[in-house]
């Protein structure tokens, strides 16, 4: 049972336009949602979190929603670099636990 | 801050032989969750500790077990190794819980472990 979604495996973008990796979950008792970034043969790097109770966290160039109600999260980078190009994973937790429940990744491709 | 260590960053096994993987957390961090990403499977969660204790298993078969030392440091073993065992194996750490979730989990550069 995959509770945690990513139904695109791969993304194509210009370099200076928006990026935007989606997530889908089914677990309602989450209670935080992570995004990380991962290169081959290393490890995942962290990109933003947002808790369960907001909609929306900046990081300079990196925005997450979360839509509760359709169980929904979204990564958006603005503008998108060439260095963003990378395999980008969510992944989601539950209170009490730091077990993290990873979707199955997308790749980015920025080109110039 | 040193980061998360993992070693040896590469090993390659024989069917059959077992396999211990170490994980030294951040300094200060207690909690070491260990995950194991394969091509097929994606990223896929393996053990949580804390303070020494198991608190979460993933679903994986008795072959493999994990521990964490009173200085944190975390190892997992696999024991009659099988080909499908082959992939990179991921360690985190965090401070303590909850903390993680604002700042993310670090994780380590990871072992690859081919098995032949």
């Known amino acids: 049972d995959q509770q945690v979604k990513q139904n695109s495996p791969s993304l194509s973008v210009q370099e200076g336009r928006i990026s935007i990796l989606n997530c889908d979950y089914t677990?309602?008792?989450?209670?935080?949602f992570l995004w990380y970034k991962k290169y081959p043969a290393e490890g995942p790097t962290f990109l933003i979190s947002?808790?369960?109770?907001?909609d929306k966290n900046e990081d300079g160039r990196f925005t997450v929603f979360l839509n509760k109600s359709a169980k929904h999260l979204s990564l958006h980078i603005v503008p998108s670099q060439p260095g963003d190009s990378a395999v980008y994973f969510c992944a989601a937790t539950t209170y009490n636990t730091d077990k993290l429940i990873f979707g199955t990744g997308t790749r980015l491709q920025v080109f110039p | 801050k040193a980061g998360v260590t993992q070693t040896p960053r590469y090993l390659i096994k024989t069917r059959g032989q077992q396999v211990t993987l170490s994980c030294s957390p951040i300094s200060g961090h207690r909690s070491v969750s260990w995950y194991q990403q394969t091509p097929g499977q994606g990223l896929q969660f393996l053990f949580e500790y804390f303070s020494e204790t198991q608190r979460n298993k993933g679903n994986f078969p008795g072959r493999f077990s994990g521990r964490q030392f009173s200085n944190s440091r975390s190892e997992m073993n696999v024991s009659t190794l099988e080909l499908g065992d082959s992939a990179l194996y991921l360690c985190a750490s965090s401070p303590p819980t909850g903390v993680g979730k604002n700042y993310g989990y670090t994780f380590g550069s990871g072992t690859r472990l081919t098995v032949v």
């Open positions: 947002i808790s369960s109770i907001k």
């Open positions: 677990n309602s008792m989450f209670d935080y």
